[in-house]
């Protein structure tokens, strides 16, 4: 009784994540959405004597494989889209007939067989659920166990491989790029300090404000080119900071 | 806790060609983290050629000395059988032949990291950075080879199949020239693998939920006895012929090949074209003739479709090339589809089914050293950006280097199967056991196909001796000490294959006589 009330709540919980996987159109919606999937996953083995794939589930699906995937997703950036054209014509429409057809293919199939009465877990957990997966783990498929770590120390030397460039030469280190930055003030007098930041006003607290010299006047160091481009096409610009980029305008 | 659990039992003698291979790999990767940056190719050559070596030297020594086993080693896990034992010689031997390819030129980039046409690039080619990495992952691919045809159940074979194939992937994109076509080859490798891979992991799945097992033998018990779940079966064994399918490029699921085989380092493709060929074919034979022995009336009639398919999509769309290493991976289509006449010649006779396997056995010595030999050719063809890859770049080659195109004229000879060349015994073996199997239509679409993929050979053997040379033609560049070798090597085996292949059948024969074991 309370296997089916946790199976149909569960069904409808993972079913809906599922769908919300597919259709989300932001990635890391899909990827939460696939970490309650994964955890309906984990209650449901729980919930069929297999309480040490339900852990595994959790500690290495939920926990390590999902947060890769987080991981991943924060590194390219919450906010890139993928692009949605479609670079083969009709693809996306037999992609969809093709889906269709495979899941249906495979639900009538499945559906169609004579599936026995369960037998549960009990003959296999005789010894306990633990040790019985240990004592097949280490007996009967320890070679295949063992060949995964050629993949794993696969996977290890491929990231290096691929991501990993060697410095070829020593790190420039805080001397050497001060002496740089000296240097570059003796050949062509480019100053040597830090840019001034922007300015900030009683009234204001923006990056966009310029800073003020000590007379009064405004530094145009601190004025951000990018900014000011934008704001005099939206015609907000401050006029001490268009006039300083009048005259540089003329200077040139 | 009341049950103390029996250690297991492995037999390491029999697992040592494997085990030799992998302990090489893991010792290359030690060499990569310790020993500095000038010692490490002095060291890693060494190490792998006589890993491989010492491994073929072992599986002559247990087929041999000790004889051929008849029982699953590993806990059940590996089959180290007749065919196993063969498939391991020649994997071994073209593999020693890859890395002498591999090692002859600078074929890979200097530094992956960098972006192509980056000033990063360019500062590690001048510096003459390389990865020396390609040495161990060579080898780990070695290793999945080594184990996908003996796996004996379906897990051991879907980890072989990632140990294998997860190396290559990553070989794949580290061309020195054509860096982005390169790159591009490995992404699609690696997503079109990955895919075929989960078909490969469902049908495995469903096999156990109709068979209560993953063991082949065990899947070939209950194929007689379990009632009531065939859709189960069906499923699970067309899902898991998709995914060996797709590893040997059978049509429809060729279309990687000539991408990967273009975008991938010429010594990386011959290795492709030759090992995982080898490896994917014994592990499909294995499969559908242990595991789903007992369904082969439902299985052959889509294998035959799928090999008439291949053979003449192969040979079809060889023609329209102009990309001489796209050519080749067409041609392998091809011989995938020859090689699938084989695996459906099977019958109720015991000495059928071992005719049938021999032939296979024989055609993939004789196919995998020659085109092991053919892309060596290509990679002594430049241009001034690398390998001279436009067929019409090759017109007159004939003129100016007679021995390097009569070399490859051979080999195009041998992939045609004319007579005196391995390749003619290969069809040869291979048709016959078809014929006294009873698919005679299959045989006659196969020699249809093979004069349709002579026209194509026979097309570049004209251009290379009947055109004249272009003005600023390719140069012949002088082979390292590795590549002649190789050229030599598979010149000498399409010969001997092809004059005197009575050795070697006899050898696949008597590999083939015990069978499978179960």
């Not at chain 1, 919980?13 to 994964?38: E, N, T, W």
């Not at chain 2, 060729?254 to 990386?268: F, R, S």
């Not at chain 2, 099977?346 to 056995?361: C, D, F, R, V, Y």
């Amino acid at each position: 009784m309370g296997e089916s009330i946790t199976f149909w709540v569960l069904a409808v919980v993972s079913v809906i994540a599922a769908l919300g996987l597919v259709f989300s159109r932001r990635a890391v919606y899909s990827a939460l959405m696939l970490g309650v999937v994964m955890l309906s996953l984990a209650v449901l083995y729980a919930v069929q004597d297999a309480p040490f794939l339900a852990a595994v589930q959790i500690i290495v699906y939920t926990g390590a494989v999902m947060m890769l995937f987080l991981f991943v997703l924060m590194l390219v950036g919450v906010d890139s889209s993928d692009s949605l054209v479609e670079t083969i014509r009709g693809q996306r429409f037999w992609a969809i007939v093709a889906g269709l057809g495979f899941a249906a293919l495979l639900g009538l199939g499945i559906g169609n067989t004579l599936i026995a009465a369960p037998k549960g877990l009990a003959v296999a957990n005789q010894n306990g659920n633990v040790p019985s997966l240990a004592e097949l783990i280490f007996t009967r498929h320890v070679f295949a166990f063992e060949v995964t770590s050629a993949l794993l120390i696969t996977a290890a030397l491929g990231a290096m491989v691929l991501a990993h460039r060697e410095r070829t030469e020593p790190k420039p280190t805080q001397r050497d790029l001060s002496r740089a930055r000296f240097v570059e003030f003796g050949r062509h007098g480019k100053n040597p300090a830090p840019l001034p930041g922007p300015g900030t006003y009683a009234r204001h607290n923006a990056i966009d404000m310029p800073a003020l010299l000590p007379d009064g006047t405004v530094s145009p160091l601190s004025v951000n080119r990018v900014i000011a481009r934008h704001e005099a096409e939206e015609g907000t610009l401050a006029p001490e900071v268009a006039q300083i980029l009048q005259q540089e305008e003329e200077g040139k | 806790m009341n049950g103390t659990i029996q250690a297991p039992t492995i037999e390491y003698a029999l697992l040592a060609p494997m085990l030799v291979v992998f302990g090489a790999a893991i010792v290359g990767v030690l060499v990569e983290a310790f020993a500095p940056r000038y010692l490490r190719s002095a060291i890693h050559v060494p190490l792998t050629l006589l890993s491989l070596a010492g491994a073929f030297a072992l599986t002559i020594w247990q087929a041999a000395a000790k004889g051929i086993p008849t029982k699953a080693a590993a806990m059940g896990a590996v089959a180290v059988d007749g065919p196993a034992l063969f498939i391991w010689g020649t994997i071994l031997v073209l593999a020693f032949v890859s890395v002498l390819l591999i090692k002859g030129e600078d074929h890979f980039v200097a530094a992956a990291s960098a972006v192509p046409g980056s000033a990063e690039e360019e500062q590690a080619l001048h510096e003459g950075a390389a990865h020396s990495e390609i040495y161990p992952l060579v080898l780990f691919a070695v290793g999945g080879m080594l184990l996908f045809p003996a796996a004996n159940d379906l897990l051991v074979a879907f980890v072989a199949l990632e140990v294998m194939s997860l190396p290559l992937y990553l070989l794949c994109g580290l061309a020195r020239r054509r860096r982005l076509l390169s790159q591009e080859a490995a992404v699609k490798y690696f997503l079109l693998g990955a895919f075929s891979s989960a078909f490969f992991l469902y049908g495995t799945a469903l096999l156990y939920g109709y068979a209560g097992s993953i063991d082949l033998a065990k899947i070939s018990t209950a194929v007689g006895s379990v009632g009531g779940q065939d859709t189960l079966l069906y499923i699970g064994a067309a899902m898991l012929g998709v995914g060996l399918l797709f590893k040997i490029g059978a049509a429809p699921f060729q279309a990687w090949k000539p991408d990967v085989y273009q975008g991938a380092p010429t010594p990386i493709t011959a290795l492709m074209a030759s090992g995982t060929l080898v490896a994917a074919f014994g592990a499909l034979v294995r499969v559908f003739w242990v595991g789903l022995g007992g369904l082969d009336w439902d299985w052959r009639p889509v294998l035959y479709g799928v090999a008439i398919l291949t053979m003449v999509v192969g040979a079809v769309l060889a023609i329209t090339q102009t990309d001489i290493k796209r050519m080749l991976a067409y041609s392998s289509i091809a011989h995938g589809g020859f090689l699938l006449v084989g695996v459906i010649a099977t019958g109720k006779a015991a000495a059928q089914n071992a005719s049938a396997l021999s032939g296979i056995l024989f055609y993939l010595v004789a196919y995998g050293f020659t085109t092991v030999g053919a892309f060596a050719v290509v990679t002594m063809v430049r241009d001034a950006g690398g390998e001279a890859w436009h067929l019409s770049r090759w017109a007159g080659l004939g003129k100016r280097s007679p021995l390097l195109a009569g070399i490859f004229a051979f080999f195009l000879l041998a992939f045609a199967g004319i007579p005196l060349t391995s390749g003619f015994f290969g069809k040869y073996a291979v048709f016959q056991a078809a014929v006294s199997g009873g698919a005679l239509p299959l045989v006659i679409v196969g020699v249809v196909a093979s004069a349709v993929a002579a026209f194509f050979y026979v097309r570049v053997i004209v251009l290379m001796f009947f055109s004249d040379p272009a003005a600023d033609g390719p140069s012949i560049v002088l082979p390292s000490r590795g590549t002649a070798a190789v050229v030599g090597l598979a010149v000498l085996a399409t010969v001997v294959l092809g004059v005197y292949p009575q050795p070697v059948l006899d050898l696949a024969h008597s590999a083939a006589q015990s069978l499978f074991v179960r």
